[in-house]
């Protein structure tokens, strides 16, 4: 294992602070340019429970996004309406049953678990409702089971995992790791990644557990994993489940024994922000944190989404706020707001959100975003919750995966 020898680390509290509250409209793309009428997007997503810390923020970015084209010169306007998954496949389905045949949404967008996503994406495609997922993460939906209506408008578990152990062998001495992994789709498909990442760069796996999905005690993994004395201690559990598992591993002293704890969610601002003085220090990564990158574009979106909110966006809040831009975008350039229009729109389609540059590829319908944030997380100056100290951004084409998908 190495130590910072390929990229740039950028240290401290980073570019983007809070500053005075301005106002934005449009800032992640051009408006007005092709297409009328209005667009009826379905956001369903975790909007009670304990994966609620998911699906607030990104149906705020919905909103955000939606308040923000219907108050500008757009000839398009964005009407949205919330359904709560609770977590549950088959509640997701039912609701968007509901959004399609009886309010006639245009768009499907959002999902926060994975097995919600593929259940939703089989039940999109025998509509012929466009589908576009912001937030779950599963490879399957632009792979083995992709379909024409099906997008993805962010990077995708193979893509951030696979960053996230490039910075590992970076920031990191140890060899020997474990894996905590939720046990449903997700956790079994980062940590099959991530493995097969970090031995390919020289560790050893030395434990591997699966605590069930929501499980809530979490002593016995924990027990099991200082047992084993790793070096690294990867885990991909996130919102509740990961908020829960920290607050119990401080009861072992466990981050006093692992030399680095590695968190592979995507999401570390909500678990940041929900835990305070619980919190640990963590190599992790996120499709987005507030204070990168350093444009003016990010810096309207943190200054609109305080103004609106009063408080600083995490990342599915911008993932979601740039999916329904980029469902914006797609009908301007395709001139219409059909599901074939927007389909014909997104294919290929580049735009600009808060994070940096989209590209939508299309011979799978996958999201390739500029940059995948990976660092360490600790103590930031001026935040009452942990941040990224060092962060290290790993170019996003660099670990995305050939196509898999035949369209």
């Known amino acids: ?50 994966f609620a810390t998911i699906g607030n923020p990104s ?9 923000q084209i219907n108050n500008s010169d757009s000839d398009i306007e964005i009407d949205v309406t919330h359904a709560d998954t609770e977590s549950s496949p088959e ?36 509509q ?14 632009t792979t083995s089971g992709c379909n024409r209506v099906t997008f993805r408008t962010a990077s995708n578990l193979d893509q951030l995992t696979t960053a996230l152990a490039q910075t590992t ?63 690294i201690v990867y885990t991909s559990m996130w919102a509740g489940d990961l908020i829960t598992f920290i607050q119990q591993a401080n009861g072992f002293d466990f981050f006093e024994q692992i030399p680095d704890f590695v968190a592979g969610s995507g999401a570390i601002t909500d678990v940041s ?27 309207q979106f943190v200054d609109a989404w305080q103004s609106e909110y009063d408080e600083i966006p995490v990342n599915v809040g911008q993932e979601t706020y740039a999916g329904v831009y980029g469902v914006l ?19 290929g389609l580049e735009w600009q959100a808060p994070e940096g540059t989209k590209t939508m590829r299309a011979a799978d319908h996958q999201a390739i975003d500029d940059n995948i944030w990976t660092g360490r997380v600790g103590p930031v100056d001026d935040l009452d919750f ?16 050939e196509p898999d998908c035949d369209l």
């Open 169 to 231: 062998d970076e920031m990191t001495d140890g060899t020997r790791i474990a894996g905590i992994l939720p046990d449903y789709t997700f956790g079994q498909q980062t940590w099959e990644v991530y493995q097969r990442e970090m031995e390919n760069l020289g560790a050893e796996v030395v434990n591997e557990t699966f605590p069930s999905f929501g499980q809530g005690d979490y002593q016995n993994e924990i027990q099991e994993t200082l047992n084993a004395d790793p070096d």
């Open 59 to 67: 149906r705020d970015g919905a909103d955000l996004a939606a308040k």
């Open 386 to 401: 942990y941040g990224f100290t060092e962060m290290l951004p790993v170019d996003g084409a660099s670990v995305t995966p």
């Open 128 to 141: 012929d409702t466009l589908m576009v997922t912001t937030i779950a993460q599963t490879p399957d939906i």
């Open 329 to 347: 975008e797609a009908a301007n350039a395709s001139g219409g707001t059909s599901t074939d229009d927007l389909i014909s729109g997104l294919e």
């Open 273 to 299: 922000r929900s835990l305070g003085s619980d919190m640990q220090e963590m190599i992790a990564v996120d499709r987005y944190f507030f204070q990168y990158p350093d444009t003016e574009n990010n810096q």
């Open 1 to 50: 294992m190495s130590s910072h020898r390929r990229r740039d680390v950028l240290k401290g509290a980073g570019a983007i602070g809070v500053g005075a509250m301005t106002s934005l409209a449009g800032c992640a793309g051009n408006q007005g340019n092709g297409g009328s009428g209005t667009i009826s997007v379905g956001h369903l997503a975790a909007l009670s429970g304990p």
């Open 91 to 126: 509640t997701g389905v039912t609701k968007a049953r509901e959004l399609v045949q009886q309010e006639n949404i245009d768009v499907l967008m959002g999902f926060g678990s994975s097995s919600v996503a593929k259940a939703v994406s089989e039940f999109a495609n025998t």
